[in-house]
């Protein structure tokens, strides 16, 4: 018996999500621009996909495909169609027009909460990775020291400096001041969350979903914790209040 | 034992060479046999800032080469008999130390009875620096109170904690220290420049001394003649507290405010 050449598998990615605000694609060239200039490895080759629920008027695929792709990306599809129209010029362009879970699922039932961050391309469970024992660090990480807690969470004792890099495919905790970047959710977990006892990153991303410096300051400083709700970092201040 | 300190930063011109020289003429005075090496090679600067630049026969690279013999290349300070410079070659590039040359010359400066061993490193982060801060026990990271001068520091620290002898060995770690120089109290006030608490603050680790910008370091450094003879000066004083502290000695820190203007002055912003 001879082996079939190809076999269908259902698998699920974790990708980049730029969720387009309007129809000014030069803005978008020039946003996109500012953040590989700021995080330039960070962003190296990755597959994006782009929601473009939001736009109301024409979009030209071709420039979008060229913009995303001149940054050193690679257009993975578009998802968030409004219609068939759109759909099809997509498609003409070339790219592939994508259903996220967090749609289909809203589709059929309204009441459930949409599952986080990642974009589902096959409905196929999450196979959670096995847990390995958390990850600690005591002192600080300094400039240009990178720290890189495998499969589980990680536990800074500690501060991040500027130029330092921390990242987890888990949770990351920081018990003194993050200047540095922390990425949480490396491999996509969006359960992921960041929390440290003062903010003032450069960068802070969860599944792939990032801000930094600037957008940074104006969100939210002091004691925090950072999680991911329906593609967006959502800051709320590390106190509890009886 | 011989206790090697490293006085490292980074960034240049930071005022590295200004505190090994006060430093180990500091400790000398003090009575501890000491000696200052200097790892800059291609440039030699100690020399010049210790008034000893006319007696440099053989150097730190000749040692090393096996051209001369330590006791050729040491020479003995004129003023504290403690006290011995080991000169850069002013003629060599920076590849010609091996870390298994200075290990022998750290080792032969041991057997001689040095208690301090003071290594003045090169500015950067590369192999001079490196070979500077290897066999440290000690560092005396010196920083000034701006942003880039900070980062480097940052940088520094985590070489040592990563690529210094005792951390590929899985030592004790070196002992850090921070040196803040060229402060400007009011420079600090009008927001120009960082205070200890914001240095301190991001470099997380003890303080050895806040060194005031001052013109008598210019001028000791003209003369030949280290910084901490100077007893009169706000610069030479703080150089010879932060010497108290390093050998253990408990001081508070000093010329952290502005100096207190006379009445002339307020009245007519002098
Ligand atoms: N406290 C101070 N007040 C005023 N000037 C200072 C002070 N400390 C250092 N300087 C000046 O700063 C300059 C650099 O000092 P120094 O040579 O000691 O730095 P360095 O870190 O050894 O430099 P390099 O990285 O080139 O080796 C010199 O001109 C010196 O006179
Ligand atoms: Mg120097």
């Known amino acids: 018996m001879s082996q079939p050449a190809i076999e269908f598998k259902g698998t699920n990615f974790t990708l980049s999500v730029i969720h387009l605000q309007n129809n000014d694609l030069d803005a978008l060239n020039e946003k996109l621009m500012e953040k590989v200039a700021a995080a330039p490895s960070f962003f190296n080759c990755a597959p994006m996909v782009v929601n473009i629920s939001k736009i109301e008027t024409e979009l030209d695929f071709d420039k979008l495909k060229q913009i995303i792709e001149d940054q050193d990306f690679v257009m993975v599809g578009v998802t968030g169609c409004r219609d068939k129209a759109q759909k099809i010029s997509a498609r003409a362009a070339g790219i592939a027009v994508m259903t996220s879970g967090a749609d289909s699922k809203r589709a059929i039932e309204p009441q459930v909460k949409a599952p986080k961050a990642e974009t589902r391309i096959e409905e196929t469970k999450l196979v959670s990775p096995k847990r390995l024992a958390t990850k600690v660090v005591h002192g600080q990480v300094r400039s240009g020291q990178q720290v890189y807690a495998k499969d589980t969470d990680l536990v800074v004792i500690g501060s991040v400096s500027n130029g330092a890099e921390v990242i987890a495919d888990g949770d990351i905790h920081i018990y003194g001041t993050l200047r540095g970047r922390a990425i949480a959710g490396a491999q996509g977990e969006a359960n992921s969350k960041i929390y440290c006892q003062q903010l003032q990153a450069e960068l802070v991303s969860i599944a792939g979903n990032y801000m930094v410096d600037d957008q940074l300051k104006s969100m939210a400083t002091g004691s925090q914790s950072i999680s991911l709700e329906q593609d967006q970092l959502q800051f709320k201040a590390l106190t509890i209040t009886l | ?270």
């Not at chain 2, 507290?241 to 502005?258: K, Q, T």
């Open chain 2, 1 to 270: 034992m011989a206790k090697v300190i490293v006085v490292t930063s980074g960034k240049g011109g930071v005022g590295k060479t200004t505190s090994s020289a006060a430093i180990g003429t500091g400790l000398a005075l003090r009575g501890h046999k000491t000696v200052i090496i200097d790892f800059d090679i291609g440039l030699r600067n100690l020399d010049l800032i210790m008034g000893c630049e006319r007696r440099v026969v053989y150097d730190f690279v000749n040692v090393i080469k096996g051209e001369s013999n330590l006791k050729q290349s040491l020479i003995k300070d004129k003023r504290v008999d403690t006290l011995f410079v080991l000169p850069a070659s002013q003629t060599r590039d920076k590849d010609a130390l091996s870390k298994e040359g200075v290990a022998k010359v750290l080792e032969d400066l041991a057997e001689e009875g040095f208690e301090f061993i003071i290594c003045d490193s090169p500015a950067g982060i590369e192999t001079g620096a490196i070979m500077a801060l290897y066999f440290a026990d000690e560092a005396i990271v010196t920083t000034n109170p701006e942003v880039s001068s900070v980062r480097d520091s940052d940088r520094i620290l985590g070489m040592l904690a990563s690529k210094s002898k005792r951390a590929e060995q899985g030592l004790e770690p070196v002992k850090e220290h921070l040196l803040l120089t060229r402060y400007n109290p009011e420079r600090v006030k009008r927001g120009d420049m960082l205070s200890v608490e914001d240095v301190q603050d991001i470099l997380a680790i003890p303080i050895l001394g806040v060194i005031p910008e001052s013109p008598a370091v210019l001028k000791a450094s003209n003369s030949g003649e280290p910084v901490i003879y100077d007893s009169e000066s706000d610069a030479g004083q703080a150089y010879a507290d932060a010497v108290s502290r390093l050998i253990g000695e408990e001081m508070p820190l000093r010329f952290l405010e502005e100096e207190k203007k006379g009445l002339f002055s307020r009245l007519f912003g002098g």
